[in-house]
């Protein structure tokens, strides 16, 4: 694993990238600029060695068969006039035998019968030395051709060489410090626009969340800052939420808790026997009732409290994807239907729960979607008048489907959106609740990527809730049914009917 390279900066970052390219410019505009000057130096020796052979060719003699060169030392001294290099010559035959001239020369000598001018590389005592050969015809010569070689050393080429290397290189390295001084000065320039938006972020308080202004910035940086909006905006949206959840939530407990506070109050006078008189009898029943009121409170507080702290993991599943895993949704609605059976026959509803054919797999968190089936199941024994029925079923169709149906008094069109807002209850109800389990089935729908629809039930009677999950991968289906699912789900199907 790469490791993370702490207290990255934009501004290094920014000269690497743009000195790397500079200095590699540098790099082969140097070996070009090298190897150009090295043909120029040998483009203008070798002319100037073809004129020094061209020379030797004019002071040519010939008698016969013997061919000489009359080079007196005063012709010899201007063709050796170069002090940082050696001058050879030689005259041969077109077999390629020396006829006069230094016999260092080497050999052999290739193409003698070319009749152009050859160049080419040898050695002599060790040293390099550049060679031309040229083609001569003497009137007065048996064989009418001779060839005349001319070599000499390679120091003033190289010297040449170096000399325009210099004049290139010196001018460029110059180039390339100020173009990294424009580089380094150009970076620090254009990042101090960032001062501005830098300095907005500073001055703010904890509490302000609106948006930055974009027009005083880069134009590379308005994305950065229009991400910056929409974080912004979406804080600024859970803030007001907190603020609704935190009043709302100390509204609905500030009623029972003035109720058992009332009720205890009461409860002590009638301990004192201020209410009663001097009737035990009377006494007895009034306590009794106003332990029953006190009970009922506390029960309605942690009914409450149990719903707030649902809502407040269900907010955490969210953000937190680290916790999902397959489950398979049947096993989930099945126990929790399983456990609501004595509530509803204990109001004499008809509880019916159906599975799928397939296992019903899902991606998620065990203990969320329990919530919401619990949510979902409860509310509909919650509102359905005794004698109703519930219909509780699971469907996979490459998609899973959670759907509940009940009898019950139904939510009107227009309240359907509402009633997935926190303490909203529906009106012409008067069933205890606490406003937060639908809220808490769409924020764990959310949190699943799954799609939360309510509609009025068979004949347009009651209320049917459903809940859609994204499809899952078919290799865990087939590895479930191996596993024996039908059986299991022969075990699961059942019929509970009211009393």
Not at 424 to 429: C, F, I, K, N
Request: proline fraction near 4%; include cysteine.
């Amino acid at each position: 694993m790469k490791k993370s390279q702490p207290n990255k900066s934009l501004r290094l970052e920014l000269r690497r990238a743009l000195l790397w390219p500079l200095c590699l410019l540098w790099l082969v505009s140097t070996c070009g600029a090298y190897f150009l000057a090295v043909s120029f130096a040998n483009d203008s020796h070798d002319h100037a060695l073809l004129n020094t052979a061209d020379s030797v060719i004019a002071r040519l003699r010939a008698d016969g068969s013997r061919v000489w060169a009359d080079i007196p030392p005063a012709a010899q001294a201007i063709l050796r006039h170069n002090d940082r290099d050696r001058f050879y010559y030689q005259v041969i035959s077109k077999d390629g035998v020396r006829i006069s001239g230094d016999s260092v020369l080497p050999g052999p000598y290739p193409n003698l019968a070319a009749r152009e001018p050859i160049f080419r590389y040898g050695t002599i005592d060790g040293e390099e030395v550049r060679v031309a050969r040229v083609r001569a015809e003497l009137d007065n010569y048996s064989d009418k051709i001779v060839l005349v070689q001319v070599a000499e050393t390679l120091h003033s080429r190289q010297h040449l060489a170096h000399q325009i290397l210099l004049s290139i290189i010196v001018p460029q390295i110059f180039l390339i410090l100020l173009g990294g001084v424009a580089v380094y000065h150009s970076i620090s320039r254009g990042l101090r626009l960032l001062a501005t938006l830098e300095q907005a972020l500073i001055e703010r308080t904890k509490l302000d969340l609106t948006p930055l202004d974009d027009k005083e910035v880069p134009l590379e940086v308005r994305s950065l800052v229009g991400a910056i909006n929409e974080l912004l905006a979406r804080l600024r949206g859970d803030l007001e939420s907190q603020n609704r959840f935190v009043a709302n939530a100390a509204h609905q407990f500030r009623t029972p808790l003035a109720g058992l506070k009332t009720y205890i109050y009461y409860a002590k006078r009638l301990l004192m026997g201020d209410d009663t008189g001097d009737d035990p009898e009377m006494r007895k029943k009034q306590i009794n009732t106003v332990l029953d009121q006190i009970d009922s409170g506390t029960d309605r507080m942690t009914h409450l409290a149990n719903k707030l702290l649902s809502l407040a993991k269900a907010d955490h599943a969210v953000s937190n994807k680290a916790t999902f895993e397959a489950v398979d949704l049947n096993m989930i609605v099945s126990e929790i239907t399983a456990e609501l059976v004595v509530e509803a026959v204990k109001k004499g509803l008809d509880l019916e729960f159906l599975c799928s054919e397939n296992p019903a797999l899902v991606m998620g968190n065990p203990h969320t979607l329990t919530e919401l089936a619990e949510n979902l199941i409860e509310n509909a024994v919650l509102y359905t008048e005794s004698g109703g029925r519930v219909l509780v079923s699971v469907v996979n169709t490459g998609h899973v489907l959670l759907a509940v149906q009940d009898t019950g008094p139904g939510i009107p069109t227009e309240e359907r959106e509402q009633v997935f807002e926190r303490f909203y209850r529906a009106l012409g109800t008067d069933v205890p609740g606490s406003g937060l389990g639908l809220p808490i089935v769409k924020e764990i729908a959310i949190a699943h990527k799954a799609d939360v629809i309510i509609t009025s039930g068979p004949s347009g009677i009651g209320t049917t809730v459903a809940v859609t999950f994204p499809a899952f991968s078919e290799n865990l289906l087939v590895e479930r049914r191996e596993n024996g699912w039908q059986k299991r789900r022969e075990e699961r199907n059942y019929h509970h009917p009211g009393d």
